[in-house]
């Protein structure tokens, strides 16, 4: 079984400062997506960013990117100039494909506050 | 386009009463996703729907929880005979599964509060 682990409950970062959250993942599969989502305390699940296991090249988003490490089963989320709006919880989540369910497995979450 | 709704956002029911939660997803999208977050569990995979195949129910808690899909479209997930431990927001969302596109898209989610 897929597991996701997030190690940092909460953290917290001044605005326009960079900030990392970290992530490690256990599976034995080859075929995989990573990613991190976002919930703001409107509840709402937004995605930030995902990563296609085969891809050795780190994703990014504009000030978000990911530091994909396949053989230590890490993936890490940078975001830069942190703004007041990045306050939210961070999800990262695994997903097998090419299997009966395409479902994913969230770590508990890293709450972040971006400070004034 | 319009994103994936939910209704209701909100609602409190007594213990042993059964709910009924709608999702609708965003058009087009074949698949279809519940979950349940909570405090002491977090984000929980509770039931998949894809296209015309049999879903996959395995993350249901238990035989008090079903769900069924009408239409490939709209989503109703049925808890009966509430119990306080099934508080939660319970999350719907839908994909696209084409190609490598396997990104799901969330609503906003129903808090279930059960007295």
């Known amino acids: 079984a897929q597991t996701v682990t997030q190690s940092q409950p909460e953290m917290s970062v001044q605005e326009a400062e960079t900030v990392t959250l970290s992530c490690t993942y256990d599976?034995?599969?080859?075929?995989?997506?990573l990613f991190w989502y976002k919930q703001p305390p409107s509840r709402q699940m937004i995605l930030v960013i995902r990563q296609e296991a085969y891809k050795q090249q780190n994703a990014t988003e504009n000030r978000f990117s990911v530091n994909f490490q396949k053989a230590a089963k890490s993936f890490s989320l940078k975001i830069s100039d942190s703004q007041l709006g990045d306050t939210a919880m961070y999800f990262c989540?695994?997903?097998?494909?090419?299997?009966?369910?395409?479902?994913?497995?969230f770590g508990t979450g890293t709450l972040l506050a971006v400070q004034p | 386009g319009a994103g994936v709704s939910q209704s209701p956002s909100n609602k409190v029911t007594e213990k042993g009463k059964d709910v009924e939660l709608r999702c609708d997803p965003i058009?087009?999208?074949?698949?279809l996703y519940w979950y349940r977050q909570s405090l002491g569990q977090g984000l929980e995979f509770l039931i998949y729907f894809q296209g015309n195949s049999a879903p996959d129910k395995s993350g249901l808690p238990s035989d008090r929880f079903s769900a069924e899909r009408t239409g490939g479209s709209v989503s109703t997930l049925t808890i009966q005979r509430t119990q306080q431990e099934d508080s939660a927001v319970y999350l719907c969302?839908?994909?696209?599964?084409?190609?490598?596109?396997?990104?799901?898209?969330f609503g906003p989610g129903t808090r279930l509060t059960v007295t």
């Open positions: 599976t034995s599969e080859n075929n995989y997506y």
């Open positions: 969302a839908s994909s696209l599964v084409q190609g490598n596109t396997y990104e799901q898209y």
């Open positions: 989540a695994f997903m097998k494909i090419g299997g009966a369910t395409n479902k994913l497995i």
């Open positions: 058009s087009g999208h074949t698949a």
